[in-house]
């Protein structure tokens, strides 16, 4: 069961932006590290973007690094991940998650909430 709920997600053109957001219904996300991570067909699921819920780091997969924003509204009710740029290799679903240990994990066994994931696709 998902506790964590993406939106945002759909069909963009090569070079176009989408915004993905990021609730937990009930919840904000003070006291959790939040991450973003996606996942091709055939392939594993991947770090996209994380943010530390204590001073607000970000840290970025290196291949989208400088064209993706990790952020949180003020209240910690919600968390973003502005992609722009996007290419087709940018291509997945991609799913928010979180967890409250105190390192920020970059890795997808790292977290214990998931969404259900949100489709992004960019065609060529």
């Known amino acids: 069961q998902a506790q964590l709920v993406e939106s945002g997600g759909g069909l963009v053109q090569a070079g176009g932006s989408l915004r993905l957001s990021c609730t937990a219904p009930g919840r904000t996300f003070s006291h959790y590290n939040t991450g973003w991570f996606r996942q091709a067909p055939g392939k594993e699921r991947e770090f996209v973007a994380a943010i530390d819920w204590r001073d607000g780091n970000t840290y970025y997969a290196d291949s989208v690094k400088g064209r993706f924003t990790i952020s949180r509204d003020s209240a910690w009710n919600t968390v973003y991940l502005q992609m722009k740029g996007l290419k087709p290799e940018d291509t997945a679903v991609y799913y928010c998650?979180?967890?409250?240990?105190?390192?920020?994990?970059?890795?997808?066994?790292?977290?214990?909430?998931w969404g259900q994931g949100t489709q992004v696709t960019v065609s060529s």
């Open positions: 998650a979180a967890h409250s240990r105190v390192l920020v994990s970059l890795i997808a066994a790292g977290y214990d909430y």
